[in-house]
């Protein structure tokens, strides 16, 4: 007799495992999905309490299969009254990764104040290992943020390890920012690694430095504008009264560049330079390069070493 033909099992097995596992994620995805839309509305629910709310003009759930996203087209931000929108705001979750979230907003941002803000697609991303173990960033390329100032890249990031500071970072390309009436800060490279006080976060962080006396510790702080760089570390308070007070320890690449920065962002006059110039050389004799000295805010005004730079005003 001919021998029967064998039944294709391993076949017939694995096209049955393969449809199990997608009956299975599917089913996952609905139930993910759903909690998502409900952790969602309640947090939305929260923040109202706190007079905060989100507001789309037309909103869309979806991200079928591999994630759970939320497109809100038009979205207006109101906090305590004062309203930002911006064009699209595009929240995604990946559903094999539920720690992780991402954000990408559309700009431009405007807020009721008159103020508008440019850039390209900015992202946003964090992630959650607990209540205090987490990551968050921020990226905004091509900001525009006239008068106040200007970046070609934008990232900063902060990170919650469970101690009573938040670690923060913050990088910076082609900036420029705006420190008083005509006074325009420019830089090729800004680098900076810090913290700060956690009990101010949650507050008007200014004011609340001003009335527990926190402190922004630089950790590290690196300025690089053509052939000059400027490092720091130290920490920067803010009094009672809105006046910043600290004190940084700098390091200069080269003297001549840096009279020359002070002089073109700062107003110092040939006079103060050449004066300034000359007691550096008493104090550091011979050096014209790797210059240490104390950047100082006190009593609403800013010395380098022991010369006064600017006024400082109230921050608040």
């Not at 923060?168 to 420019?186: S, W």
Request: hydrophobic share 45%; glycine share 10%; proline share 6%.
């Amino acid at each position: 007799m001919p021998a029967m033909p064998k039944r294709p099992w391993p076949l017939i097995l694995t096209l049955a495992g393969i449809v199990i596992l997608i009956i299975a994620w599917c089913v996952y995805w609905f139930a993910g999905a759903g909690f998502v839309r409900r952790t969602f509305e309640s947090e939305r629910a929260k923040l109202a309490e706190q007079n905060i709310t989100l507001d789309c003009k037309a909103m869309d759930w979806g991200g079928f299969p591999f994630r759970f996203e939320r497109d809100c087209v038009s979205p207006k931000l109101t906090v305590k009254g004062d309203e930002i929108g911006a064009q699209r705001l595009l929240l995604v979750m990946q559903a094999y990764m539920p720690n992780r979230a991402i954000a990408l907003l559309d700009g431009p941002v405007v807020t009721d104040k008159g103020l508008t803000i440019t850039h390209d697609r900015a992202m946003a991303s964090a992630r959650f290992w607990g209540e205090r173990d987490w990551q968050a960033s921020l990226e905004l390329p091509k900001l525009q943020a006239p008068p106040f100032g200007s970046a070609d890249y934008l990232l900063a990031s902060a990170r919650d390890t469970g101690t009573d500071r938040y670690d923060i970072a913050l990088t910076a390309r082609t900036a420029q920012m705006l420190l008083g009436p005509g006074t325009l800060f420019k830089l090729d490279e800004a680098e900076l690694v810090g913290t700060v006080p956690r009990q101010a976060v949650d507050r008007d962080f200014l004011r609340a430095l001003g009335q527990n006396g926190g402190k922004v510790g630089i950790d590290s702080l690196r300025l690089k504008k053509g052939d000059l760089v400027v490092t720091a570390k130290g920490e920067i308070g803010i009094g009672p009264l809105g006046l910043v007070n600290g004190r940084l320890t700098t390091t200069s690449s080269r003297l001549d560049l840096l009279m020359k920065e002070l002089q073109q962002d700062f107003g110092l006059s040939g006079k103060d330079a050449s004066t300034l110039t000359t007691m550096i050389g008493l104090l550091q004799p011979g050096k014209t390069t790797d210059v240490t000295l104390d950047l100082i805010a006190k009593d609403g005004k800013l010395y380098w070493g022991p010369v006064k730079l600017t006024d400082l005003p109230p921050v608040f």
